[in-house]
């Protein structure tokens, strides 16, 4: 049963434009969500998260949304720049626990 | 942020050997969590690792075939044994920052079994 889900396996977006990235969960006991980025041969590294406590959170270009009646969150990324290019997961998390879990991954094509 | 380093950044490895999986962190920390990255898929927990105790697996994830270590508070070790093409896969460590809520990532082993 897989509680995390990105349902798009890529995405591609001209330099500039708006990238959107999505995520569902099953969960509804999830009260932490974040976002990583990953390059090829590198492990994930973090890009932003947020509490089930709010709706948005904000850092730079990117903002994560998170609409906890429709279990569903999304990054934005504005502008989005070729550097972004890279596989973008989610991940949540239940209070008290340790344990993180992971969506499939998006890969992220922006175009120069 | 923790700075983790982990090594072998890949091997190529025969069927029915076994792989050692090597993560320093440059602090120290309770936890330390390995991951495994199937092609295609998403970051799953293999097991939890903390000093001074027995790992603690994940469901469909057993001792015998990926035995840990875990010495000190900077330093784990992961075994994947008696391998098998199905066993190719990235395989990350982690720590995760308490105060900050995230999870820190080495930059993955790529396994591939012939």
């Known amino acids: 049963d897989q509680q995390v889900k990105q349902n798009s396996p890529s995405l591609s977006v001209q330099e500039g434009r708006i990238s959107i990235l999505n995520c569902d969960y099953t969960n509804s006991m999830f009260d932490y969500f974040l976002w990583y980025k990953k390059y090829p041969a590198e492990g994930p590294t973090f890009l932003i998260s947020i509490s089930s406590i709010k709706d948005k959170n904000e850092d730079g270009r990117f903002t994560v949304f998170l609409n906890k009646s429709a279990k569903h969150l999304s990054l934005h990324i504005v502008p989005s720049q070729p550097g972004d290019s890279a596989v973008y997961f989610c991940a949540a998390s239940t209070p008290g626990t340790y344990k993180y879990i992971f969506g499939t991954g998006t890969r992220l094509k922006v175009l120069a | 942020s923790a700075v983790i380093s982990q090594k072998p950044s890949r091997d190529i490895c025969q069927r029915g050997t076994s792989l050692t999986i090597q993560c320093q962190v440059d602090?120290?920390?309770?936890?330390m969590f390995w991951y495994r990255q199937q092609p295609g898929q998403s970051l799953t927990l293999i097991a939890t690792?903390?000093?001074?105790?027995?790992?603690?697996?994940e469901s469909g994830f057993v001792i015998d075939k990926f035995p840990i270590s875990r010495p000190n508070l900077t330093f784990s070790t992961l075994t994947v044994s008696n391998l098998s093409p199905e066993d190719s896969s990235i395989y990350l460590c982690?720590?995760?920052?308490?105060?900050?809520?995230?999870?820190?990532f080495g930059s993955g082993t790529q396994l591939s079994v012939l």
């Open positions: 602090s120290q920390v309770t936890m």
């Open positions: 982690s720590v995760e920052e308490r105060a900050n809520e995230k999870l820190f």
């Open positions: 690792a903390n000093q001074g105790s027995e790992a603690t697996y």
